[in-house]
Nanobody, 128 residues
Framework: QLQVVESGGGLVQPGGTLKLSCTVSGSAFSWDLYAIGWFRQAPGKERERVACIDRGTGSPNYADSVGGRFTISRDSAKNTVYLQMNNLEPDDTAVYLC???????????????????WGQGTQVTVSS
C-alpha cells in the first residue's frame, strides 16, 4: 500500500550537483518502523547501494562508492528523503531508485532484496 516517488534527476556536467527527492505515501509508513534507502543501477551493472536512513534513529549511512560526496537527509513532516549529490562524476551516471521497508536490520545499508517498496527511478546523467 506504500507509494514511492523519486524526482530530481537530470543531466549535469562533471563536478556539478543534483538533489534528488523521495517521497513515501501510505498510512503504514512511519519513521520508527521503516528505513528508506537510495540505490542506483547503471546498464550492465548490479544494483548498488548508495545511502539510507535508519529506521527509528534516522541515522544516515553511506556506501563507500559515494566517497563522501553525497548527503542524505529527511523532512519527516513530508515523509521525504533527499539525496544531495556534489562533485558528480561520470561514474555516478545511473538510474537512482528509492526504496523503503520495515524488515531491514537496525543499520539500513543492506542488500536491495531487503527492500520491497520501490519507486520508478530517476535518471542521473553526468557528462560534459
Amino acid at each position: 500500500q506504500l507509494q514511492v516517488v523519486e524526482s530530481g534527476g537530470g543531466l549535469v556536467q562533471p563536478g556539478g550537483t543534483l538533489k534528488l527527492s523521495c517521497t513515501v505515501s501510505g498510512s503504514a509508513f512511519s519513521w520508527d518502523l521503516y528505513a528508506i534507502g537510495w540505490f542506483r543501477q547503471a546498464p550492465g551493472k548490479e544494483r548498488e547501494r548508495v545511502a539510507c536512513i535508519d529506521r527509528g534513529t534516522g541515522s544516515p549511512n553511506y556506501a563507500d562508492s559515494v566517497g563522501g560526496r553525497f548527503t542524505i537527509s529527511r523532512d519527516s513532516a513530508k515523509n521525504t528523503v533527499y539525496l544531495q549529490m556534489n562533485n558528480l562524476e561520470p561514474d555516478d551516471t545511473a538510474v537512482y531508485l528509492c526504496a523503503t521497508d520495515y524488515r531491514v536490520v537496525r543499520k539500513c545499508l543492506v542488500d536491495s532484496l531487503f527492500y520491497r517498496y520501490w519507486g520508478q527511478g530517476t535518471q542521473v546523467t553526468v557528462s560534459s
